[in-house]
């Protein structure tokens, strides 16, 4: 398992989040303070994957399609078409909290126990398992994780073999490259270059190709291909930070990596997404919320 955590403050929001990646799972775990996400900005991957998304809300308030919030823990079975490859007429929903704490499980849906969609509704976990969520959010740690996983598992939500593939210690090619990836992911650095990225990994281009391709493919990272990848986490995070309640559009564009407000304007219209302006008056943080 590779995982690595990143802290950013923009303004008077923070976003962390800490990636875990194995061969059969990916999973996130989010604490976005006074930021919101919604999925009808969402961009999405340009490769559909037979996912599921295990949605549990830790804290804040999650409202599906326009309809009141609830609030505190609850989670739910997303379809792919619900969260990583939203598509018009899919379900929409939005999550934000002061802080809101999110775990975002992707595991096959060979491995889903539980019936697929938001419109099955909430499900019904229990006490342990939650408790295995609260001692993630505690420690951020792979060890928690894992038992997670088995809790989940054993309260036949996931398949009992998902932990099958979680290998002790990584081969050496993954342990290097991921050595060098750790750091641009801790900085929420997704404008590095390929060639950066080879200079301080001390590889040829071609070889940090092919590490980087073996390295998507088995840990099934989104996209198609690494610069796939960096093009949506770069989006979403521009996306996300568009909503907190006291910066510019511009100041998105210089945190997240774009060399001007019309490079990030220009990747919204490739993307699909309205202009930054109209997003961010469509997700600003409801400040009046930071009650809940």
């Given amino acids: 398992m590779l995982s690595a955590t990143s802290t950013r403050p ?4 923070t976003l962390k989040t800490t990636i875990f990646l194995e061969r059969r799972f990916r999973a996130h775990l989010v604490s976005r303070d006074r930021l919101l996400f919604d999925t ?16 549990a809300t830790l804290n804040g308030s999650f409202a599906i399609d326009g309809k009141p919030p609830t609030v505190g823990q609850q989670a739910y079975m997303l379809a792919e078409t619900e969260f990583d490859r939203v598509l ?6 939005r999550s934000w909290g002061n802080p809101g704490v999110i775990v975002e499980l ?9 019936p697929i969609g938001m419109g099955h509704g909430p499900l019904e976990l229990p006490p342990a398992v939650w408790e295995a969520y609260r001692v993630l959010e505690a420690t951020r740690s792979e060890e928690s994780l894992h038992h997670l996983i088995v809790r989940l598992g054993e309260a036949g939500v996931l398949s009992k073999d998902l932990t099958s593939s979680v290998i002790a210690e ?8 991921w050595t060098v990836l750790r750091p641009l992911y801790e900085d929420l650095a997704t404008s590095a270059s390929l060639k950066q990225i080879a200079i301080v990994a001390k590889l040829s281009l071609r070889q940090l190709g092919r590490d980087l391709g073996d390295l998507t493919r088995t840990f099934g990272l989104f996209g198609a291909g690494f610069r796939d990848a960096m093009r949506v986490l770069r989006l979403r995070a ?3 930070m568009l909503s907190a309640p006291d910066g510019t559009p511009s100041d998105v564009a210089r945190t997240v990596g774009y060399g001007s407000l019309d490079a990030m304007g220009r990747a919204f219209r490739d993307a ?3 202009a930054p302006s109209i997003v ?12 809940t």
């Fill in 88 to 93: 018009p007429g899919s379900s929409k929903f």
């Fill in 40 to 55: 009808a900005f969402s961009p999405p991957a340009r490769k559909a994957s037979p996912f599921v998304h295990l949605y």
């Fill in 280 to 291: 961010q008056d469509a997700v600003r943080y409801p400040v009046a919320s930071d009650a």
């Fill in 238 to 240: 521009a996306v996300l």
């Fill in 106 to 114: 992707r595991i096959p849906a060979a491995d889903v126990r539980r």
């Fill in 10 to 13: 923009f303004g008077s929001s």
């Fill in 272 to 274: 699909q997404l309205p």
């Fill in 170 to 177: 990584e081969p050496e090619r993954f342990v290097r490259l």
